[in-house]
C-alpha cells in the first residue's frame, strides 16, 4: 500500500516510524512532515487544509490510503471531500466525515451527544452570541473551581479552569464576543468541575467493532505539579496506574459501548481512531470530550506498545473488517517527556538550532519522534512551540520514565524547556 500521513507533529512521527515497519507497505508520504519523518519516508510540501492539493497529490502517486493526523482537516470535510471525488472510491481515509468530527469540533455536540445517549459527563449548559447575561446567571449557580470552554477548536488550549469567579465571568464574556479564541469560542461550554483523576483512553472502530489501545494519562499544564497555563500536552505514561480492572469494565461499558452504539443510531458513520477524556471520580468513568483522531503526545507511546501491525489494523477498519483483528499490546511500560521551546505555550522563537543525539547514542527503549522540527540546510532547527518526544520503555513505570529524561538530556538547544515531573501520579 502507498501511504500519505498528513500533520507534522510528534504523532504524524509516530504514525509513520509504526507504519515504516508493515509488510503492506509500499511508499510512504508526509504532508508536510517534520526534520524526523524524513527518516521513514518522503517529505512532500502539502497543506493539510489543501483538499485539492492533497486530492491532486494522491492520484499522481497512486496513494491507496490517507492517515489524518490533526483535527482540522476533519473538523474541515476531508473525508467527506473524497468520498465525493471522482474515481478515488478505493482510496481509505482514516478519519470520520465532517459530521461524526463534530464530537471534536464542537463541545456542544459532543455534549448533547453525551446526555442523549446517556454517557456519564459533568452537569453542563451551552451558551452562544446574545446570551451573556444567560451564561453569567448559569455560572453563579456553579461553584469553585469554575470550568469554561470554548465549544470550538482551540488547539488543547480553550478551557479554562478557576477558583477565582471574577477571572472566569471574564472568559465567558470574552469567548463569546470573541475577544479570546476567535471563532472557536464564541459558543461556550460551562460545566461542572469533577475532581478525579484524568485518564486517555483510544479505541479504533469502523463504526460497529470496536477495540481498545493502551491508555495513557497526559500531562497538560506547562509547569510542574500541574500549574500554568494548558498546553498541548507535556508529557505521558501509559500505562496508568489507576486503571484497574474493574475501572476498564466500568469503562467498556458505560462510554465506548453506548458511544458506538450512539454513533450507530445517529447514522454519521465513523472508521477511524476515537480518543476518550476520562476522569475517573470515586472510581466511576465521566467523559470529559472526545478527539476524533490519535492524541499527542500520548501516540508516541500508545504505539511503541502496540505489537500489531498499525497499517493492517487502519486496513480492516477502512474495509469494515476490524471484527476480524486482534490487537496486540505489549505488558511492558512507557513514558514520553515533551520538549519546548521557551516561552510555550506564549510566544517563542523558531529557527534555534539543536543538537540531538545519533541513533546510535539512544538505547534499544529510547526513541526520540520529532515536533516542531524542520530541516535549515544540513541542520535541525526549531519550528514549533513542542520541539520533540523523548520515549523511553521499560518493564516498570519509574524505570521508564528515568529512560525518557536521560534521552531528554541528550538533546541540546537555547531554551530547552520540559517538565521534571512526568510520572508522578498524586
Known sequence: MRVLILGSGGREHAIGWKVSSSSLLEGLFFGPGNAGTAEFGQNVDLDPMDF??????????????????????????????????????HVAVIGPGKEGAQLESSKKFAKDFMKRHRIPTAKFATFGKGQIRDAVAFLKTMKAPYVVKASGLAAGKGVIVTEDYAEAEKAVKDMIKGKAFGG???EVVIEEFLKGVEVS?????????????PSAMDYKRIGEG???????????????????????????????IPTIRGIQRDGFGYKGFLFFGLMKVQGDPYV???????GDPETQIILSLLETDLLHLMDGLSNGLLSEIDVALSPRAAA???????????????????????????????????????????????SGGRVLACIGMDAELEKAVQKAYDLVDKVEFEGKTFRTDIGSVG
Not at 494522491?58 to 490510503?65: A, F, G, S, Y
Not at 492517515?67 to 482540522?72: D, L, M, S, Y
Not at 498541548?232 to 474493574?246: C, F, L, R
Open 201 to 213: 483512553m483510544f479505541a479504533v472502530t469502523d463504526g460497529d467493532a470496536w477495540r481498545l489501545l
Open 184 to 186: 472557536a469560542g464564541k
Open 336 to 382: 514520553t517527556v515533551t520538549v519546548a521551546s521557551a516561552g510555550y505555550p506564549g510566544a517563542y522563537d523558531k529557527g534555534v538550532p539543536m543538537a540531538l543525539p545519533a541513533p546510535k547514542d539512544l538505547d534499544a527503549d529510547q526513541r526520540l519522534f520529532h515536533a516542531g522540527t524542520r530541516q535549515d540546510g544540513g541542520r535541525v532547527v526549531t
Open 52 to 89: 485539492k492539493g492533497v486530492e491532486a497529490f494522491v492520484r499522481e502517486q497512486d496513494i491507496h490510503m490517507i492517515v489524518v493526523g490533526p483535527e482540522a482537516p476533519l473538523a474541515a470535510g476531508i473525508v467527506d471531500h473524497f468520498v465525493k471525488a471522482k474515481d478515488l472510491g
Open 226 to 256: 500541574n500549574t500554568g497555563p494548558n498546553t498541548g500536552g507535556m508529557g505521558a505514561i501509559s500505562p496508568v496506574p489507576h486503571v484497574t480492572p474493574e475501572f476498564m469494565e466500568k469503562v467498556k461499558n458505560q462510554v465506548v
Open 288 to 294: 470529559i470530550e472526545y478527539n476524533c483522531r490519535l
